[in-house]
């Protein structure tokens, strides 16, 4: 589950923000929708806000709009501060999940709307409406009307229309939400193109957690209101900073323990409700006794039916269900105290069934480097 966008570096922290969001906090009477969240965004970048319902995620991207204001800190986009700067004057654009096309004009006239609204001569908007129809490889569709598309037709309608007034920063709330699971990826790798291309600054705000790792140069969890941690895909997937962010992104494992061993390099915790002891090969600053937990992914454990080496990170249990998923199969295996794990293995052959079939009794293994312990 890595970033399909690993191959763009994102901006280091030497270089000036083009987005700096300061200290914002917003209210809805007695309701924090957003709180205290403080952000740098970096230009050219590709960054993704990644949250559930009511996280506050689309709140943000609204005041990024000036669709809202904040209740308290500040935004500031390419150096200029947006307080009171209405939506209309701000270098921003926005694209809706609806998408919001006029289903009484043709692609072309819905693309060139903006730009006619904003007094922009007739030829230079014909010039600039076909470069951005061919640019989302829908020149040929100019003059259809909107019912006439597919759903992944009018999400290029949409996005043609919001860069064509070419502005620095382009907003998207779920702009893939509305497309199905084969379209959607396929149009990830357009938009990141369209974006790799242009070099203008995305914001995109997703629940869709494969969404966000496969688009974001860097990424921002958010769970009621705050951001609870910034990184690149890769960083966030492997090295959470809490459970939640743990939980959230990916499938996981998490167990509880209690820090027996606590070394620079390692440390050892005993967990009863997984019956062994893990052993993992980073330090925390923790100290022994404390309840703490560990988060291991499912494809990073093996199965055996024999014991494997060593007595750490080894539980033994009962297969009690496998699904197939084609690329991969998906056991849930019952370990003696009751408690269920997931493991998954990539279905490497082309052969009827798998090696193990429910009710086997099983080894689950993993390395020293696979858990990351978490104390919060």
């Not at 922009?120 to 010039?127: D, L, S, T």
């Amino acid at each position: 589950m890595t970033s399909l966008a690993s191959n763009r570096s994102a901006a280091g922290p030497a270089d000036a923000p083009f987005v700096r969001i300061e200290g914002v906090t917003k209210r809805f009477g007695d309701f924090v929708a957003v709180n205290n969240i403080s952000l740098d965004i970096h230009r050219s970048e590709l960054f993704c806000l990644l949250g559930g319902s009511g996280s506050g995620k689309s709140t943000l991207l609204r005041m990024l709009a000036g669709f809202e204001h904040p209740t308290e800190g500040r935004i500031l986009i390419d150096g200029q501060d947006m307080t009171g700067v209405p939506p209309y004057e701000r270098p921003v654009n926005m694209m809706f999940q609806s998408y919001a096309l006029f289903p009484h004009m043709t692609v072309a006239d819905n693309v060139g709307y903006g730009l006619r609204r904003a007094g922009v001569a007739r030829r230079e908007v014909k010039r600039r409406v076909a470069e951005m129809l061919n640019l989302v490889k829908m020149g040929d569709f100019a003059h259809r009307k909107p019912d006439q598309l597919s759903g992944g037709q009018r999400q290029r309608v949409a996005l043609a229309r919001s860069l064509v007034r070419q502005p620095k920063l382009l907003l998207l709330d779920e702009p893939l939400g509305a497309l199905d699971k084969k379209l959607r990826e396929e149009t990830q790798f357009e938009l990141m193109k369209i974006q790799t291309q242009l070099g203008t600054t995305f914001i995109v705000v997703t629940h869709d957690q494969d969404e966000a790792m496969t688009l974001a140069s860097r990424m921002g969890v958010m769970n009621e209101g705050q951001l609870v941690q910034v990184g690149e895909p890769r960083n966030l997937y492997e090295f959470p900073s809490s459970r939640f962010v743990a939980q959230f992104i990916g499938a996981v494992n998490m167990f509880e323990g209690v820090l027996v061993d606590d070394e620079p390099d390692h440390v050892r915790i005993r967990s009863e409700e997984a019956g062994c002891t893990f052993f993992v090969n980073h330090g925390i600053s923790s100290a022994p006794g404390q309840t703490v937990h560990v988060a291991v992914r499912p494809e990073k454990i093996r199965l055996s039916r024999e014991i494997p080496p060593g007595a750490d990170n080894v539980v033994k249990g009962v297969v009690d269900e496998i699904a197939y998923l084609g690329n991969l199969s998906v056991f849930q295996v019952r370990l003696g105290t009751g408690k269920l794990i997931r493991v998954t293995l990539p279905n490497l052959d082309r052969h009827e069934g798998t090696t193990f079939e429910p009710s086997d009794t099983v080894h689950c293994s993993w390395g020293p480097s696979s858990g990351v312990v978490l104390a919060s």
